[in-house]
């Protein structure tokens, strides 16, 4: 079966989920889930196609986040306005500051993503008078479409998840084309890749780009959905959850990081009472699966397979 074809069938899967469903609850989890696929998404391309490591998502789903919301509260902005322009700033930005970092390799790389996202965190954290501070920033906006608003959590529901497998769809295709096949090659053998005549920086700083669009798209929709946004919400810890989502899911996996973002954002969601544990417990998936599982799920279906 073609991954399109499979994807469809989850697609329509997914919506007759939510009109059976009646349970609020239940359906804000799966929309909070939908915006960690996103992200994964996003994050996937980076890590498990061109093989490039980010420890610092959660600051540019703050970035998308925060300035769509900005725009929106402070300067009155249409919502829908508001989140173009925070994801193409978000990307610019992802494009200016991935241009140097990208030149990183390893470890390096990983540890210049973490300042990135801590500096984010930090700034957001600290801008008192625009973001709200520890506090968070409050009277965001519904968003609406020539009057028809999303103010029912199926509403929300069916467009987040629409939204979320036309991103997917958009990933399969693009690493089914020439630049799919470069990145396979810069993540095989970088130097033999440089060999071919491949502009292997470029391809990395396009990648890094892509996934801070699809990163910074999540927060924007994750603020306007909310309605409020706290900077508790964009931490390490949480840029560290994304990857765990990534490995366990298996690099390169739409599909196996597709279940792993969905299980691993309504778990800790549901065991509340377990909070303060689950950053342990995810450290502990992540060793347990780099052991044993090293291709994640994707592995695991092929050795059952």
Sequence with gaps: ????????ILFVVIMVFGFFVKNPFILN????????????TGLNLLLGFAGQISLGHAGFVAMGAYISAVFSVKFNINPWVAIVLAVFITSLFGAVIGYPTLKLKSHYLAMATLAIGEIIHS????Y????????????????????????SEIKFYIFVWT?????????????????????????SKENAA????????????????????????AGALYAFYLGFISPSSFGLIQSIDYVVMVVIGGMGSFFGVFFTSVILTILPNILTSLEDYWPIANGLLLILAMMFMPNGLKGLFKWIK
């Design 123 to 126: 700034v957001v954290n600290n």
């Design 1 to 8: 079966m073609s991954q399109k074809i499979f994807l469809l």
């Design 163 to 187: 939204l979320t497998f036309l991103l997917i769809l958009m990933s399969i295709n693009l690493v089914n084309s020439r630049f799919g096949r470069a990145y396979k090659a810069i993540k």
């Design 29 to 40: 989890m799966m929309s909070l889930a939908a915006l960690s696929v996103i992200v994964v």
């Design 128 to 151: 008192v008078d625009l973001t709200g501070g520890p506090q968070g920033l409050t009277g965001i906006p519904m968003l609406s479409f020539f009057g028809f608003s999303f103010d």
């Design 194 to 217: 440089y060999a071919f005549g491949i502009n292997v920086h470029f391809y990395k700083v396009f990648i890094f780009t892509v996934s801070v669009f699809y990163a910074s798209l």
